[in-house]
T-cell receptor, first 112, second 110 residues
Framework: QKEVEQNSGPLSVPEGAIASLNCTYS??????FFWYRQYSGKSPELIMS????GDKEDGRFTAQLNKASQYVSLLIRDSQPSDSATYLC????????????FGKGTMLLVSP | EAQVTQNPRYLITVTGKKLTVTCSQN?????MSWYRQDPGLGLRQIYY???????DKGDVPEGYKVSRKEKRNFPLILESPSPNQTSLYFC?????????FGPGTRLLVL
């Protein structure tokens, strides 16, 4: 059974700080890793994908992947109140039709 | 506009009364799937379809049926709903590694 683990939170950070969200996964053959953001009552939306070890940056977001440690993280720099949401980590073993396994999500609260 | 639509968005029903939640996409994606989301349990896949007439079970298929007679539509059928199927349901399509979610259907089974 593939598992994706996240702290449920909430993770509280002040506006302008760096928010660090973490995720571990159990399936060593996992190849593709995603971070989704979900506002309360809304559908998940993809914000970052990462496929190889190291860092990937996109604006204020940086995804970090360490396959040896089976660990993926998301850093949000200069956090804004509008970043307050639940962040879902998702993992797949690769291929266009492989199943996406989601973590339960970490709630992030950014206070003004 | 590329989108995934679901209907109805909200539904209250009673135990045992058959219902169908529709899902439609205009992106010509081959892959479609259904998820349910419950507090403390996260998003769990119910069924998925890799193409027309090809469907397969996800992690929690019990109590659900699906069909894929045409590429754009992937309805979710609850033949005899029970209270434990009260949940938030999402339809999704996928192209490559990117999933696109519908707006969700909130279902309450009394």
């Amino acid at each position: 059974q593939k598992e994706v683990e996240q702290n449920s939170g909430p993770l509280s950070v002040p506006e302008g700080a760096i928010a660090s969200l973490n995720c571990t996964y159990s399936d060593r053959v996992s190849q593709s890793f995603f971070w989704y953001r979900q506002y309360s009552g809304k559908s998940p939306e993809l914000i970052m994908s990462i496929y190889s070890n190291g860092d990937k940056e996109d604006g204020r977001f940086t995804a970090q992947l360490n396959k040896a440690s089976q660990y993926v993280s998301l850093l949000i720099r200069d956090s804004q109140p509008s970043d307050s949401a639940t962040y879902l980590c998702a993992v797949t073993s690769g291929g266009g039709y492989s199943t996406l396994t989601f973590g339960k999500g970490t709630m992030l609260l950014v206070s003004p | 506009e590329a989108q995934v639509t679901q209907n109805p968005r909200y539904l209250i029903t009673v135990t045992g009364k058959k219902l169908t939640v529709t899902c439609s996409q205009n992106m010509n994606h081959e892959y479609m799937s259904w998820y349910r989301q419950d507090p403390g349990l996260g998003l769990r896949q119910i069924y998925y379809s890799m193409n027309v007439e090809v469907t397969d079970k996800g992690d929690v298929p019990e109590g659900y049926k699906v069909s894929r007679k045409e590429k754009r539509n992937f309805p979710l059928i609850l033949e005899s709903p029970s209270p434990n199927q009260t949940s938030l349901y999402f339809c999704a399509t996928k192209r490559g590694e990117t999933q696109y979610f519908g707006p969700g259907t909130r279902l309450l089974v009394l």
